[in-house]
């Protein structure tokens, strides 16, 4: 196989059709689907039979026993596939139909670098999938040096599914497991770690952003995970101290870690809960962001709003200033 794509399903019965046909119609032949049920209690595991039953030399289907979460579902799915690359997509999105041979093809031609990114779109429907982009051009990429260009790991989505990574490079440094945002610490470790990068920026991969379902609304909402941010930072920094890349990356690294962390903090601001239970996590939030990562203020704001947002950025600042917190 030349490309194994994971796609961990979770009650996704509404969009799972979809998401199999945008991986069914890949002109890339020598593709392996790896669908894991995550023990959903509603349709997606008999949708993912009939796909299996139809295209049985397509579709390997794989089912969790309990909920595992997707770090864990991710991982076994790892275990399973043999292509030379490995991708995974969220079982409510979809991709373009020559995604793949594009990625792949083009990673030959540059002498396979380790991981291959390209172009995320947020999407409301499936207008995207309707659409053959055949009147679309596609553009043949380019190879980026990581230790001479390190500001480009700074511009890619944390997201794993607008990647492809070269299998030998992830089958022993698998997701942090039982954990929120685990993409993070997963697609930076490993972007730190590439020597090359294959970059596109071509409208590829079709994310479903829904406001009412899905992991991005627990974002908007109270959410018992908030400290999840800090072990996903944490095991970020423990991944490439390994790797001895920490010192080597160190600024971007804890650019990282306070983007991200800060970004939750930005959330509870819009949560709708008591006002003095929110002023009591932001404040603890704000205490271990600091304590951990130290004072944001040391980076460019055009370079953290980019990440955070221009009127998120200012609430904060606004908050430490009167918290005196700094």
Same mark, same amino acid.
């Given at each position: 196989?030349? +490309?194994?794509?994971? +796609? ?16 069914? $119609?890949?002109?890339? &032949? ?42 864990? #579902? ?26 793949? @041979? ?15 990114? #390209?172009?995320?779109?947020? *999407?409301? $429907? ?12 596609? #553009? ?32 022993? *440094? ?19 770690? *590439? ?7 071509? @409208? ?6 829904? *406001?009412?379902?899905? +992991?991005?609304?627990?974002? $908007? ?55 003095? &239970?929110?002023?009591?996590? +932001? ?44």
């Amino acid at each position: 196989m030349k +490309v194994s794509i994971i +796609v961990p399903v979770y009650n996704s019965e509404k969009y799972l059709k979809d998401c199999l046909a945008s991986l069914i $119609n890949q002109t890339l &032949k020598e593709i392996e689907i790896i669908a894991i049920d995550d023990a959903s209690s509603d349709k997606s595991l008999e949708i993912l039979k009939e796909y299996e039953k139809k295209y049985p030399n397509k579709i390997k289907i794989y089912t969790n026993s309990k909920n595992l979460g997707q770090g864990a #579902t991710r991982n076994k799915g790892i275990e399973h596939a043999t292509g030379e690359y490995i991708g995974f997509l969220d079982s409510d999105d979809y991709v373009n139909f020559n995604m793949y @041979a594009k990625m792949y093809d083009m990673a030959k031609k540059y002498d396979n670098p380790e991981i291959i990114t #390209t172009g995320l779109v947020f *999407a409301k $429907n499936s207008d995207y999938l309707i659409n053959s982009f055949k009147g679309i051009s596609q #553009t043949k990429g380019s190879v980026l040096n990581v230790a001479d260009n390190p500001d480009i790991i700074l511009d890619e989505s944390p997201s794993v599914c607008n990647k492809l990574f070269r299998s030998d490079t992830i089958k022993n *440094a698998l997701f942090i497991e039982e954990r929120m945002w685990e993409d993070i610490a997963f697609t930076y470790a490993k972007l730190f770690k *590439a020597k090359r990068i294959l970059k596109f920026n071509d @409208a590829d991969y079709f994310y479903r952003r829904r *406001a009412n379902e899905g +992991v991005s609304s627990k974002n $908007n909402q109270f959410n018992n995970n908030l400290f999840d941010i800090f072990e996903v930072c944490d095991y970020l920094e423990r991944e490439l101290k390994e790797a001895s890349k920490y010192e080597q990356y160190k600024y971007y690294v804890r650019f990282i870690q306070l983007a991200y962390s800060l970004y939750r903090v930005t959330e509870v601001f819009s949560w709708n809960i008591d006002e003095n &239970k929110k002023h009591d996590l +932001v404040d603890k939030m704000c205490k271990l962001v600091v304590e951990k990562y130290g004072d944001w203020r040391v980076y460019p704001k055009e370079f953290l709003s980019s990440k955070i947002g221009i009127i998120e950025l200012e609430k904060l600042n606004e908050y430490f200033k009167k918290s005196k917190q700094l």
